[in-house]
């Protein structure tokens, strides 16, 4: 369960610690971790004030992010374009996908927040916990130095890499045959699902792409994503050979 506003910082630094070693780092400096944890709404409710909110950390560690992702895309993918490279690493460090990495070290339970932002659920909100998270690589930076951010962060990309390959080969596929299909039919692909069968925790879905009214191709998956993605390849398949 997220935390309510706390006393002090005697709180919030006891607090703090329990996300430091979930995350494997000591830190020197624990006032930076309890900056990176503070929003803020807290600042202005605090009976013990902080000495500031995560927002300057923040606008740290999204340069840091920008940098270690975008190195870690680069050796990655050796063949991608710059288009590609830029488009993956927007991917990566999108709102969304840092309120996940978030999420896995429960970052939002050790969130300060003022009265009204925890009771409208700030706790739980992909715009806080992504800023969070920003703010928490900006204080490993600063208290550590960078090889063990670009280390820490490394990790977390390493064990999201399959994820992050299969939206990757997923948008691949759409971009190439929206391409093929501009060039010889002057229209762009569209995607229908045409089934979704098993329980709600293993569902598989079937998708159908078509150019104009006619299919060209179908695929199955564990998501809309996927299945829509395997009919792309599908759809490149038949059209190869014209």
């Known amino acids: 369960m997220a935390q309510n506003v706390r006393n002090g910082p005697n709180d919030a630094v006891s607090d703090a610690s329990q996300l430091a070693l979930r995350i494997g780092i000591a830190f020197r400096d624990p006032s930076l971790l309890t900056m990176a944890l503070t929003h803020p709404s807290y600042i202005n409710e605090a009976s013990a004030p902080l000495n500031d909110d995560n927002q300057r950390l923040e606008f740290l560690g999204d340069a840091i992010l920008d940098f270690v992702v975008g190195d870690w895309v680069f050796a990655r993918y050796p063949d991608a374009r710059e288009g590609d490279l830029t488009s993956i690493r927007a991917d990566i460090v999108r709102t969304s996908g840092l309120a996940q990495f978030a999420r896995e070290i429960a970052l939002g339970d050790h969130l300060l927040l003022g009265r009204g932002e925890q009771a409208t659920g700030g706790a739980a909100r992909a715009g806080n916990l992504c800023a969070a998270f920003e703010a928490l690589v900006g204080a490993v930076y600063l208290d550590q130095g960078i090889e063990t951010a670009r280390s820490w962060i490394t990790s977390v990309l390493d064990r999201h890499a399959p994820a992050i390959d299969r939206r990757r080969s997923s948008k691949d596929a759409k971009s190439q045959l929206q391409e ?55 759809a490149l398949a038949a059209l190869a050979p014209e």
């Open 180 to 234: 093929l299909a501009q060039a010889r039919h002057h229209i762009t692909p569209t995607y229908r699902i045409v089934s979704a069968e098993g329980p709600d925790h293993a569902k598989v879905f079937t998708a159908q792409v078509l150019i104009g009214d006619r299919a060209f191709g179908s695929g199955s998956g564990n998501s809309k994503q996927a299945a829509e993605a395997q009919a792309a390849r599908a």
